[in-house]
């Protein structure tokens, strides 16, 4: 395999399990985030570990009249174009942060909502064209049924979802793949410190379910696996009973 994938959020803990799956497997990879040096840092490792190409871009997910240029610049590093990106960038706030301060709640819809729209759009119309590729994001189990204890931030997950079964409607025919991730909690920096975690998967086991879901062409992922029931039970209870729960 000599693919390019870029990494949206590649700093991410999820981002750096990926990135040396797909490395040791020999994908060609593009780092993107906010934080060049630590970018460089993990590059020289993916190097060094599985003598993997890598290049590294600036990326700012909420300066969004910047990410024409970066796409651009992504694409001038993948002379046989870009074959997949996978967007693990996002922004988690405590539900009253985002409910007393709408710049709050506004930061995390832009994050984790219009970013992806944004630049999965560009990739779209490229992979489009070429008629093959892939494109895969990060949203969450949270985006499966508003709860009162996060749903600002479930809202934001919610739209990623819909934006990517649309997507994934427009692009099946064309050859390209749409993989829609839902994680349950993940032992990341996003989530340290919040309260009423339970089942806290670590990112290597996200990472290798991702993996394996992209190799499958899977449409969509629940990791671990348990929470695709468990959120089913949670979506089938009636809203006369649901909205009595303190969830």
């Known amino acids: 395999m000599s693919e390019s994938i870029l990494l949206l959020g590649a700093t991410s803990a999820v981002a750096r399990a990926l990135a040396h799956r797909l490395a040791k497997v020999g994908h060609y990879l593009l780092l993107a985030g906010r934080d060049p040096i630590e970018l460089e840092r993990d590059a020289a490792n993916l190097r060094l570990r599985h003598r993997a190409t890598v290049s590294v871009c600036y990326f700012e997910a909420l300066d969004f009249a910047s990410h024409p240029a970066f796409f651009a610049e992504c694409l001038a590093h993948c002379p046989n174009g870009l074959y997949g990106a996978i967007a693990c960038h996002g922004v988690q706030v405590e539900q009253a942060a985002a409910i007393s301060n709408l710049s709050e709640a506004r930061r995390m819809m832009d994050a ?30 949270a985006g499966d049924r508003g709860r009162q204890s996060n749903y600002v931030y479930g809202a934001t997950k919610a739209a990623l979802n819909t934006f990517l079964d649309g ?44 993996h394996r879901a992209l190799g499958r062409q899977r449409d969509v992922l629940y990791s671990p696996w348990f929470w695709r029931p468990l959120m089913g039970v949670i979506r089938a209870i009636p809203e006369r009973f649901f909205k009595k729960f303190r969830l």
């Open 112 to 141: 984790n909502y219009t970013s992806i729209v944004s630049i999965f759009h560009l990739a779209a119309d490229h992979m489009e064209k070429r008629g093959v590729g892939f494109l895969c994001a990060l949203s969450s189990v």
């Open 167 to 210: 997507l994934r409607n427009r692009l099946a025919p064309k050859g390209v793949h749409v993989l829609t991730v839902k994680p349950g909690f993940v032992d990341t920096r996003l989530t340290w410190g919040l309260p009423g975690l339970f089942l806290v998967a670590q990112p290597e086991r996200v990472a290798e379910d991702i």
